[in-house]
């Protein structure tokens, strides 16, 4: 009789565990909001989004040829109709065409651990350095032959500094001066910088640094790779690689729509295996990188 009545026991205990382990993997992973949110925008969607649930990929893992390095963010050049990404094993920064060919390769000298690289305004862009947290503002000609951070402006913040969880991605909002900064996770976090770059010398140097932590807590992610500001809407388009998605922010933080990097999703063949950078151009296409060197194309259908 005893052996009848542990069986029973046996397996509410291994269940109990079982449902444990999943409620901690669904928090871990953010299983729950993610969820939640699909399900709302499946039955009502937001109207005001950018809709990246309809964009689909136009250019899939092409790989960038000559470049073996891991590259790491993306940013857009309105004015040279090109992008630019970075390097941190050989710290490089590199202009790509919009079809993801190399067009030039700057050497970068001093600049620690560069991750992130965002452009600012005509030939001006702000790299990050990851590890101590620096934001170097660089100036870029056609006949610069390298960079070195020693000749640049420079900012750093300091805020809870984490070894290599530190800034991952830059986005710029070049009517309100403000620079978002992304800290990868161990806290995922958004600051806002405004003040740096420094545009008028004639006015005090005077940087503040502003957090949301209402937007940063809705953001159901692991991490936090890259950053995209949408001028024309207003909203902040946040890329995760270890949830292999981009989520649309509002200008209040408030998520929108999502861009899944998933096998089977956006008309990839093939999940993008480490998204690291993403920017948009003028009309909207949205260009991804993923470690070590493959390149993408989003375009949104037409309606």
Known sequence: ????IRLPLIFLVVSLFALLLAAVAGQHYRLFERGWFNLKTWWQPFEQSIGLDQYRVALEAKTIEGLDDDISALTYDPDRKSLFTVTNQRSELIELSLDGRVLRRVPLTGFGDPEAVEYVG????V???ERSQRLIRVRLQDNTRFLDAKDAEQLTLGI???GNKGFEGLAYDSAGKRLFVAKERDPMLIYEVHGFPHENPEQPYAVHVVQDRKRDSRLFVRDLSSLQFDERSGHLLALSDESQLVVELDVKGKPLSTLSLRKGFQGLKQSVPQAEGIAMDDAGTIYLVSEP???YVFKKQAE
């Open 1 to 4: 009789m005893r052996r009848y």
């Open 122 to 125: 005509p030939g001006s862009y």
């Open 127 to 129: 790299i990050t350095d």
């Open 160 to 162: 809870g500094l984490n």
């Open 293 to 295: 060197n493959l390149f």
